[in-house]
Structures are given as structure tokens and as C-alpha cells.
């Protein structure tokens, strides 16, 4: 895929940048000439609306920034003057709010695709594992920007948050009191959250360029994740990526743009329009819904130490999953048990996410009581939780090595265009070749 | 397919995050057909205008609204806008409800502090000068502020309406402490209070004693003055306090959906052509 370059330049001028920085090339084989598999599905869409994601959050926060006023006495009322009094502004905060929202379920869709399809395997490993990079970034990030409107949960997150470092051995307490800026989450909390706000979100592009890198030398995957053997398993990405992902792009702005419109709130907690009180703890200090999950599996463990050990493992599992899974089959089309383990992998993770939102104690079947296990009800959050976090790491640490010692997989087709072309639908007599090649 | 249901899956954990926290022991609150609901509802003006003299008359005795501008009310979307005053800093009946109030100043000859009658552009005065003095005249516990209030609590309007009608008649069993009220529909958890039989029942104590009765206010368009008009007023003006450019954001969304509507068509039928002589 690369060192070969088809671009030959046209004009005078592309002609002199080639000579001297062949930026224009660059982008042709990047994005106009990409040989891209013919048959990637929907799913595939998600890496070109993450990027729009990306733009969209970052041209909202630079115009945010301008209005923005980083104190604890002034953040609140900051952000009301935003939406209330500057132009537009309600249209700025509300996209960059729910952006956030918008740019998770993108990621975890993308995440959960390359899961299933086995985009994590070699010769993608880096590309992999540079991914997880920017979901790691994009955490961090979307945690600091939630602190900045310094309403109470934007407030009591922070402390929460902040507060699970603490439990490291040795350096937890240097290390909260780094983050803090002093002993307590306050103003220097918030000048410096701000700060780094806007800082990781340029490091995030910095790891895309990354990514996108090392998947041109690599090319996609695909549904089937038999590798490209020839031009035939290929398309040029203009037109035809191009258009798809734009198609699907239209269509995540359908739902981005009613979130924004008609229920700019829905995904956040009302509890944050309250402007910070150290003083007032909120009944339930939960986070935003795509931090559940992993607060859920935080809470699951009695020991906070190993709380937060498991919380970070859980993440840290995604670096090495790429050694974990022995198979040399990709696609879980071709393994039909371990594709029966993935469904109720994603079942786990949105069961997470649920008990996430409750708190520990609340039944999960109301009103029947069961007996206690060791230090809750069995019909509880937590032990649900237990059951399903279990779940999360056996299936990457267990499930996942053993399916590949011993699965029988079902036969893979020899290439891509093969189960295409075996379809009946062959190419119509006469049928126009490359559309891209006209206009 | 299964993969569609991954991906409405998801949206459906995001959808029920909200909802799901909501597990309170008080009263769900009773839904009100506002004439602001759904992607075309508007702030019904009358409404909002009755809505205001309901929070002048009674509640802006105790609860600020320090975010607001006498200026927003005649501005676009707000009870008092006027086409013909564009700039709601002009619009008469604004300047007459500023003047009104007197507001604290800077004398710029003398530097002594002086009082003046407010105009479009000041701040609602608050009624206490700072949260001690609040607490200090109301039984140890804050008025909160009005400015957000509609947006920072589960159920919005439908919750303000339900809570100021909803005051009734403590269950035999539950001792209201003094200078405290039981409400149902309050978060919060009475078991503390709680000498009857069986399980204590649902709602909080609130420090604020029903604060409306009949004919408290008089309406100018006629309205009938009860305790359930009086509350719907005053929500939806809340409602607008929240969310001064609802209208404006809803209008703008109607645009943008069409639009978006009409692109994703277009490049559906643009990926139908160009992908027709592809086997895929």
C-alpha cells in the first residue's frame, strides 16, 4: 500500500510542490487513490465520523475558550452567559456538550467493530494499540472538560476521580496532590484541568495522524479479514469510501442533530445546572453514561485500591489483546463459538453501564431479597456487577486465548471478491468501469 | 441484524443513563402538557407574562434569579418581547418594570454608594445580600437560586408544578418538624420522622411552606387566579428562565434536521450510482 504512488501532477504548480514537498501526493494517496476493500459494511463507517467528531469538538472548544472564564467563582455563570447572551452560543455549548456523547458512541461502535472483525490482529497491532492511545486521551480529556462548567457534579466527579489515585501505595498521596494543585480540588484544579483540556484534544489529532498512518501501510481490514490478494478485492477510496462514509456521516448528524435541537440535556445529569458546592454532597455521584461501565466495575470491588487497579486494568486489557487472542482467523464470521462469547461480551459491557447508573445496593429484581453473600444481597448492583466484570476479563484473558487453542474455525473464502462474485449478481453486460476515473 | 441492535443498544444505555439515576423515594411528577413540548412547542407569552408577576408577587421575596436581566424579558422568546423594540433595552414596558426596583451604584463624582432605579440592563436584585442572610430569614435553609432551576432538576416544570401542588395533608404516623413541611413529590427520605406502621411513605421535608393560595395573584388578562394556574405559570416562566433561547434553538433545529434530511437523500442516491456496478 505504500511507496507505490499513482499521482501524476497536472498543473505547473502541483508539479513544483511534488519537486520539493509532495504534500499534494500525500493527500492523493491518502484519501483519492487509498486502494480500500470492496466490501466493508456500515460498521466501517465510524473512523470517518470519529474525525468529523474530533473537528466538531475541537471548532466548538476554541470558540468556548474565547467566552470561557476559567475560576470557581465565575465557570458557572460563565457558561449560562454563553448559552444565554453571546451569539449562537447555546448552539456551540450544546454541540460541544453533546458531542462528547456523540464522539463515545462513535468510539465504542468502532471499538466493538474491530473486536468482531479482528482489526486488532497482525499486521495491525500498532494500529490497534494507537487506537486505544486516543481512547485513553479522549477519557481523560472528556472527564477534565466535564469539570469546567463547575456545576455540583462537575465539582464531586473531580474529588471522586481525583481521590482514586489516592489509593496507589506510596505515591498516591503526591500524586493527588499534583492533580489537586493543593489539598483540596479548587481553583488550581480547575486552571489546570482547563489547561490540559485544551491541550489533549491537539495530542488526540497528534495520535489520529498516528493511526491513520500506520493504517495506510497496513490497508483495512474488512468483514471477512482475508487480506487484499489483488486490484479486484479493491476500490479507490474517491469516490467510493468517500460517498459512503458521507451517506453515514448525514445520518449520525440526523441523531447528533436531535440530541443538540430538541433535548440538549438528556444525556446529562440536571444535578450539574447547580453551581459547585464543596459543602452539599449530591445523593448519587455518578458520571456521564460512557464512563459507567468502568465505574460500575470501580465499584464492584470492596478493596478501593484494587477498585482501581481492576478499573484501569480493564483498559490496560485492550493494549495486549492483540497477544491475547492466538487465532489466525479474524473475522468472528468464520468462528462461530467465539462470536457466540463476543454477543455476550457487548451484553456485559452495556450491563456494566447499567448497574453503573444504580446505586450498589438497589435490587436488580425490585422488591425480592435473596440471601447475603459476603457483604451484599445476591439480587443486588453490585454483585451483578461482579458477575458481568468477571465476564469483561475472563472473555479477554480466558475465553479469548483458549477459543484460539481450540476452536475449529468454519472455511474462510481464498479472497474478498470471491463470496462476492459467487453470488449471482455478476457485473451487468456493459456495465461502466470506474466512475472515479470520470469527473 | 444483530449488529443494528449493538448499535441502537448503545444509544438505548445512553437514552436510559438519565432516567436510570433518577431512583429517588419521591412521587413521580405529574406530566403537563406545555405548550413548549416537542420539536415545535413555543412559550405560550400570556403565560409567561403571568408566570413573571407570579414570581415578582410571591417567590422573588426569598428566591433570586441573579443570571437574569431585566432585559431579558422584552428580549426575543422572552414574556414581554416586542417587534417593534428589537433592542429589549428600549422596549417600554421593560424600562417600567426595572424602574421599579433600586439597585446599589457607584456614585462616579463622590465614590459614595448611592441607590438608583434600575434599568433594562441591571440584574434582578437579589432579595437577601448574601447566602447567610438567606439562610438567616429562612429557617436555616437556602432559597435556591431561580436562574437554572427548570434545567437542574429531574422532570423540569413538570417537578416545580408538582411540588407547589403538591402540598397535602402529612399521613397519620409522620412528625413534620418544625419549620418543616412534607411534600411528596420532594427528594429526600422521611424515615427519620416516620412513627407509623410499615414502610415510611415516599416524598421529603422542604423548608418552604406552601407558598401559593387563590386569587393570590391577580392576573391582568382575567385569568382565573387558582393555586394550579399559578403554578403552571410559574413553571413555564422558570422553564424560559432555564432556557431563554429554547425557541430560538428549536426553530434553528427544524432548519438543520430538513437539511441534513435532504443530504443524507442525496448522497444515498450519489452511493446507490456510483456503487451500482460494484459487486459488494
Redesign the interface.
Known amino acids: 500500500m505504500s511507496g507505490h504512488s499513482n499521482y501524476v501532477p497536472k498543473t505547473g504548480i502541483e508539479r513544483w510542490l511534488d519537486a520539493r514537498m509532495p504534500i499534494v501526493r500525500l493527500a492523493y494517496d491518502s484519501v483519492v487513490d487509498f486502494p480500500t476493500p470492496k466490501n466493508l459494511n456500515y460498521w466501517y463507517t465510524f473512523g470517518g465520523i470519529l474525525a468529523l467528531c474530533l473537528g466538531i469538538q475541537l471548532a466548538t472548544g476554541i470558540v468556548l475558550a474565547m467566552h470561557y472564564v476559567p475560576h470557581v467563582d465565575h465557570a458557572f455563570a460563565s457558561i449560562e452567559r454563553i448559552m444565554r447572551d453571546v451569539n449562537y452560543g447555546w448552539l456551540v455549548r450544546y454541540m460541544h456538550a453533546n458531542g462528547a456523547s456523540m464522539f463515545f458512541i462513535a468510539v465504542y461502535a468502532h471499538m466493538f467493530r474491530g473486536l468482531y472483525y479482528g482489526s486488532y490482529k497482525a499486521p495491525r497491532e500498532l494500529l490497534w494499540i494507537l487506537g486505544c492511545v486516543i481512547y485513553l486521551l479522549m477519557m481523560a480529556t472528556a472527564f477534565m472538560g466535564y469539570v469546567l462548567p463547575w456545576g455540583q457534579m462537575s465539582f464531586h466527579g473531580a474529588v471522586v476521580i481525583t481521590n482514586l489515585f489516592g489509593a496507589l501505595p506510596v505515591v498516591g498521596e503526591s500524586i493527588t496532590t499534583w492533580l489537586w494543585g493543593g489539598f483540596a480540588v479548587d481553583n488550581p484544579t480547575l486552571n489546570r484541568f482547563f489547561s490540559l483540556h485544551y491541550l489533549l484534544p491537539f495530542m488526540i489529532a497528534g495520535v489520529v495522524v498516528l493511526h491513520i498512518w500506520a493504517l495506510h501501510v497496513v490497508g483495512n481490514n474488512n468483514p471477512t479479514g482475508v487480506e487484499v490478494k489483488s486490484k479486484a478485492d479493491t476500490v479507490p477510496f474517491h469516490p467510493y469510501y468517500t460517498v459512503k462514509d458521507g451517506f453515514a456521516i448525514a445520518v449520525f448528524l440526523l441523531m447528533f442533530a436531535a440530541f443538540v435541537f430538541f433535548n440538549p440535556n438528556a444525556l446529562g445529569d440536571p444535578v450539574n445546572y447547580v453551581p459547585a458546592n464543596p459543602l452539599v454532597t449530591p445523593a448519587h455521584i455518578v458520571p456521564e453514561w460512557y464512563f459507567l461501565p468502568f465505574y460500575a466495575i470501580l465499584r464492584a470491588v470492596p478493596d478501593k485500591l484494587m477498585g482501581v487497579l481492576m478499573m484501569f486494568g480493564a483498559i490496560a486489557v485492550l493494549f495486549v489483546l492483540p497477544w491475547l487472542d492466538r487465532s489466525r482467523v479474524k473475522s468472528l464470521r468464520y468462528r462461530p463459538t467465539t462470536r457466540m462469547y463476543f454477543f455476550i461480551f457487548v451484553v456485559a459491557c452495556l450491563v456494566l453501564g447499567y448497574c453503573g447508573g444504580k446505586l450498589p445496593d438497589e435490587h436488580v429484581i425490585p422488591g425480592l431479597s435473596t440471601f447475603t453473600l459476603f457483604d451484599a444481597d445476591l439480587n443486588s448492583m453490585v454483585w451483578l456487577s461482579r458477575f458481568a466484570a468477571a465476564y469483561y476479563f475472563a472473555y479477554f484473558l480466558v475465553i479469548l486465548p483458549w477459543m484460539g487453542l481450540t476452536e475449529t474455525p468454519l472455511p474462510q473464502p481464498e479472497s474478498i471478491s470471491e463470496p462476492v462474485l459467487s453470488h449471482s449478481a455478476a457485473t451487468p453486460a456493459g456495465a461502466a468501469a470506474s466512475p472515479e476515473k470520470r469527473g | 441484524m ?2 443494528k441492535g ?2 441502537i ?3 438505548g ?6 432516567p ?2 433518577a ?2 423515594s419521591q412521587k413521580e411528577p405529574r406530566t403537563v402538557a406545555w405548550s413548549f413540548n416537542g ?1 415545535f412547542g413555543k412559550f405560550d407569552r400570556a403565560q409567561l407574562q403571568r408566570g413573571y408577576k407570579v414570581y415578582r408577587e410571591v417567590c422573588s421575596a426569598c428566591h433570586a434569579m441573579s ?1 437574569m436581566s431585566f432585559r ?1 424579558l422584552g428580549q426575543k422568546g422572552g414574556p414581554f418581547f416586542d417587534p417593534k423594540y428589537p433592542n429589549p433595552n428600549d422596549n417600554p414596558y421593560v424600562k417600567t418594570i426595572a424602574k421599579d426596583y433600586e439597585v446599589s451604584d457607584i456614585d462616579g463624582e463622590t465614590g459614595d454608594v448611592v441607590k438608583r432605579p434600575a434599568t433594562a440592563a441591571d440584574r434582578f436584585p437579589s432579595p437577601f445580600p448574601n447566602e447567610a442572610a438567606a439562610r438567616a430569614s429562612n429557617g436555616g435553609a437556602l432559597p ?2 431561580f ?2 432551576l427548570s ?4 422532570g ?1 416544570p413538570d417537578y416545580i408544578y408538582s411540588l407547589l401542588t403538591g402540598y397535602v395533608t402529612p399521613p397519620a404516623g409522620l412528625q413534620v418538624p418544625t419549620g418543616q413541611h412534607y411534600n411528596p413529590y420532594m ?1 429526600g427520605d422521611v424515615s427519620a420522622y416516620w412513627k407509623g406502621k410499615g414502610h415510611a411513605p415516599v416524598g421529603g421535608m422542604i423548608a418552604m411552606a406552601a407558598p401559593l393560595a387563590p386569587e393570590k395573584v391577580t392576573f391582568d388578562d382575567g385569568t382565573k387566579s387558582t393555586v394550579d394556574q399559578q403554578a403552571r405559570d410559574v413553571s413555564a416562566f422558570l422553564a424560559w428562565a ?1 432556557e ?2 429554547m425557541e ?3 426553530a ?3 432548519g ?2 430538513v437539511y ?2 435532504i ?2 437523500g442525496l ?2 442516491v ?2 446507490r ?8
Open positions: 444483530l449488529r449493538l448499535a443498544a448503545v444509544l444505555l445512553a437514552l436510559a443513563g438519565g436510570a439515576l431512583a429517588g420539536p443570571l431579558n435556591p437560586d436562574s437554572t434545567k437542574s432538576r429531574e423540569g427528594p432555564s431563554p433561547k430560538e434553538r428549536k434553528f433545529g427544524v438543520a434536521m441534513l434530511l443530504l443524507a448522497l444515498y450519489s452511493y450510482r456510483i456503487w451500482r456496478n460494484v459487486a459488494h
